[in-house]
């Protein structure tokens, strides 16, 4: 089940089609294998026990993915937006290494004798080898290494190995689904899961992948229009950017390729994929849920459910916009803090099995219980139909009083506040209470509003135990360059 | 005919055509796998043999062939003439779970 075998069967079938397209550059299915093979021979006689990958997007990603896979070592992409310390102490736990960079990040790397340091350029025109790839058959072998944030101590090693990601693709992609015109723009890094996932997912359907090194919304409009892009992939915040620029700039959304447009990796602001919906009514959008430690997504909210909720009556579908939908080929229970599996409509800890759930780390072990479930330390519930809905991270629950509270029910109610902007609500030490509620807000340019109203908001809106005693009003809030709020620098305010 | 243990990840080709399968997963035991009338080969063995007519029902790339409990599922990676078979009985389509595209 070696995830090359994901690249073979492209380049036997539709060794011709385009599979790739950077700036200027074109590869076909056949070429992306010759290239991942040359690379392959090189990883080999390098010694190497990790190919490693420092740089954005371009056809050096899904070549050094498959040719790690056909040189029978794990692959590592790292995030380039760390500092100079943080990146070589990562190269130091993955060497000996082959590292493909380029020239944005190779000053970032401070040289040692076993880490082989090779330019990206340099990288994609190794000499052709005659040497066919003999990758193994073990599936136990380690394909990926994800390095996680590390928000709360070093950066755990998430490792995904030839069998996860392998029965993530054959199960959930149709081999060769993809017409001939059809493309996928790729603008997540790829370091993300979801940027691996999107090249193994492309390869197998052989859809054309379009790079774009960064995002930036207009520049994604147009390459959207210039690649006719069919199928896209966005984070809540790149989405968001997207309305905002149609909508400021009253440019028409003219796609009239894309037909369907995915989106994950955060929460969803409920506005947002409204508005998303109504710019583009064509589209048939799907909210994909999934961790790194899943070999990405596990549940999707599919274009019929979005339609269906948008125009209903009844509450309890229309509230499934703001649902993760329904477990794709995994199951999904709930569990409370105690371990006990909880029914319909009641909250508690998400918990995930199935065959592409690694839920493992280097040196930590695997993390799945005796029956193979793993806790995604994500809180959420399921309703009487099976559509689940997250209610955060089990670590940003504030416990006030020995009542757990979600940031996300009192963060909805004050961005329904006509002022309000941005909002994030954090835990914050509270003497009497242990944990006490706190608010950051963002108020829309030119408006205003009291501390007093906004509390007096929520104290309608749900109950006492919910107002924040603090409330701080901010430009903007931190976010990491995938639109995730960094809720510990939001936590520091009220120390 | 015969017979070998099966395991994830396994790959065999047809000693008499160009079909080439990777075992995505197989009960415990042995079987007799076969392709085209004649029994799968290593990828790096030398085939020979003709294709039994009988047998020559295609199998298609990307297509993943289940036994009737589906206990055996074989991912098929290079298409070829030949139908696959375990113990004499023919392997079936399996229809793939379609999900929406999500990635």
């Known amino acids: 089940m070696n995830i090359s075998t994901i690249l073979d069967m492209a380049a036997e079938a539709f060794g011709d089609r385009i599979g790739v397209v950077s700036g200027d550059s074109r590869y076909t299915y056949a070429e992306l294998r010759a290239a991942a093979v040359n690379a392959a021979a090189a990883i080999r006689a390098s010694g190497a026990k990790y190919v490693a990958l420092l740089d954005v997007n371009s056809p050096a990603a899904p070549v050094a993915i498959y040719a790690a896979a056909y040189a029978n070592v794990p692959y590592v992409p790292l995030n380039y937006r760390l500092t100079a310390p943080e990146i070589n102490e990562l190269i130091e736990r993955v060497a000996p290494a082959y590292l493909v960079t380029s020239a944005d990040y190779v000053k970032l790397i401070t040289p040692r004798a076993d880490v082989q340091v090779v330019d990206r350029a340099a990288f994609l025109s190794l000499p052709a080898t005659s040497e066919e790839p003999t990758p193994a058959d073990d599936p136990r072998a380690v394909a990926v290494q994800l390095f996680t944030s590390g928000t709360t101590g070093k950066p755990k090693a998430a490792i995904l190995r030839h069998e996860n990601l392998s029965s993530y693709i054959f199960g959930t992609v149709e081999f060769a689904a993809a017409d001939e015109n059809d493309a996928i723009i790729v603008t997540v890094p790829p370091y993300h899961i979801a940027g691996i996932s999107a090249v193994l997912s492309s390869t197998y359907a052989c859809r054309r992948m379009v790079q774009l090194e960064g995002f930036d919304a207009k520049a994604w409009l147009a390459a959207c229009r210039e690649h006719q892009v069919s199928n896209a992939f966005l984070v809540p915040t790149m989405l968001q950017r997207v309305v905002d620029h149609l909508h400021d700039s009253g440019e028409p959304a003219n796609l009239p390729a894309l037909r369907a447009l995915a989106y994950g990796g955060g929460k969803m602001p409920l506005t947002t994929i409204q508005k998303a919906m109504a710019l583009l009514p064509e589209v048939d959008f799907t909210n994909a849920y999934g961790l790194t430690e899943t070999s990405s997504t596990i549940a999707v909210l599919g274009p019929e459910d979005h339609r269906a909720a948008a125009s209903s009556e009844d509450p309890a579908v229309r509230r499934r916009l703001g649902s993760v939908g329904k477990p794709g080929a995994v199951e999904i229970e709930i569990r409370s803090d105690e371990g006990k599996v909880l029914g319909p409509e009641e909250a508690g800890l998400v918990f995930v099995r199935g065959p592409q759930v690694s839920g493992e780390y280097l040196a930590l072990g695997s993390q799945l219980d005796n029956d193979g479930w793993f806790p995604t330390k994500d809180r959420g519930y399921l309703d009487a139909e099976g559509y689940l809905f997250l209610d955060g991270r089990a670590d940003d629950v504030i416990v006030r009083g020995g009542e757990n509270i979600s940031p996300g029910e009192i963060e909805d109610v004050l961005l329904g506040h006509p002022a309000v902007a941005d909002v994030a609500v954090v835990a914050m030490p509270d003497e009497q209470w242990g944990e006490g509620v706190a608010a950051a807000v963002v108020l829309k340019p030119g408006s205003a509003a009291e501390v007093a109203e906004l509390q007096e908001l929520v104290k309608a809106s749900l109950r006492s135990s919910r107002v924040p005693q603090k409330i701080v009003f901010k430009d903007a809030l931190p976010y990491n360059e995938l639109g995730k709020v960094l809720r510990r620098v939001i936590r520091q305010e009220f120390v | ?103």
């Open chain 2, 1 to 103: 005919m015969a017979k070998t243990v099966l395991k994830a990840g396994g790959r065999f080709k047809s000693a008499v055509c160009d079909t080439q399968v990777m075992v995505i997963k197989a009960p415990a035991g042995e079987y007799a796998l076969s392709c085209g009338g004649a029994d799968m080969i290593a990828p790096t063995a030398t085939g020979g043999g003709t294709l039994d007519p009988a047998q020559a029902g295609e199998t298609l790339i990307g297509k993943r062939y289940v036994n009737a409990d589906e206990s055996l599922e074989l991912l098929c990676t290079k298409g070829g003439k030949g139908s696959l078979a375990l113990d004499g009985v023919a392997l079936e389509i399996k229809q793939a779970k379609q999900l929406p595209s999500s990635d």
